[in-house]
């Protein structure tokens, strides 16, 4: 009998929760707001003031560089940089002039078998 006057309560208890915090909208704002501003401040110690304590071990330890590796790595800039200087000097067709050169396509076998262009303009 006494569980089910505990569950009872407590049900009331949610019921009535919407209409109360209804009533009292700024307390229940101001609540939710130092909640926000706790669970910051505890965020904030233990992500940036903690770790701002702690000594930052730094291991001295040699690189060690493959030559071989090195020269290949350098060869194959060399030779982009080549192919890229290379790009420059070609004449490309511009394809927004007056006029462009398109094929002849016909559906008839007389006209398809010659292999004529026509320039149209555009």
């Known amino acids: 009998m006494r569980i089910r006057q505990k569950i ?4 009331e208890f949610f019921k009535e929760l919407p209409l109360k915090m209804a009533e009292h909208s700024f307390l229940g704002f101001l609540a939710l707001f130092s909640i926000s501003l706790i669970i910051g401040g505890i965020m904030l110690y233990k992500y940036d003031i903690t770790i701002r304590e702690k000594e930052i071990k730094i291991e001295g330890r040699l690189i060690k560089l493959h030559k071989k590796k090195m020269e290949n ?3 194959l800039i060399k ?3 080549k192919n890229f200087q290379e790009v ?3 004449i490309w067709q511009n394809p927004f002039q007056k006029s462009f ?3 002849i396509v016909s559906t008839s076998t007389q006209e398809a078998t010659s292999t004529e262009e026509q320039k149209t303009p555009l």
Request: charged share 40%; proline share 6%.
């Open 8 to 11: 009872n309560t407590i049900k």
């Open 88 to 90: 420059d000097f070609k």
């Open 73 to 75: 790595v350098l060869e």
């Open 101 to 103: 050169v398109f094929p």
């Open 79 to 81: 030779q982009r940089e």
